[in-house]
C-alpha cells in the first residue's frame, strides 16, 4: 500500500440485493467524492464515494458514530475493514 490510508471504519451489514455497504464510522469521517479502500478476506478493491445514506436520508459527510450504507460496485462482507485514500 504506498498510498496513506487511515482505517474509518469497518462494513458491519451487506445488503446484496441493492449493493450497498453498511459501514459503521469508527474514525474520522467519510465525505461524498473521498476514495475508500475496502480489505477483508476475500476483499480488496478500492471506489470513489458517489452517495451516502443516514437514517435512509442522503448526506454528504459521515462522522465517527455514524451508521451508514454506500453503494459499491463489488461485493463486501461484513467485519471488512474501510480505509480512506488520501
Not at 18 to 28: C, L, P, R
Request: no cysteine; net charge negative.
Amino acid at each position: 500500500m504506498p498510498n496513506n490510508e487511515e482505517e474509518v471504519g469497518f462494513v458491519e451489514h451487506w445488503f446484496g440485493h441493492i449493493s450497498v455497504a453498511g459501514i459503521k464510522v469508527t474514525n474520522g469521517s467519510i465525505k461524498v467524492g473521498d476514495t475508500l479502500h475496502y480489505k477483508g478476506h476475500t476483499t480488496d478493491f478500492q471506489e470513489k464515494v458517489t452517495t451516502i445514506q443516514e437514517e435512509h436520508k442522503s448526506v454528504a459527510e459521515a462522522k465517527k458514530g455514524a451508521e451508514i450504507g454506500i453503494k459499491v460496485a463489488q461485493h463486501v462482507r461484513e467485519h471488512d475493514k474501510v480505509f480512506k485514500v488520501s
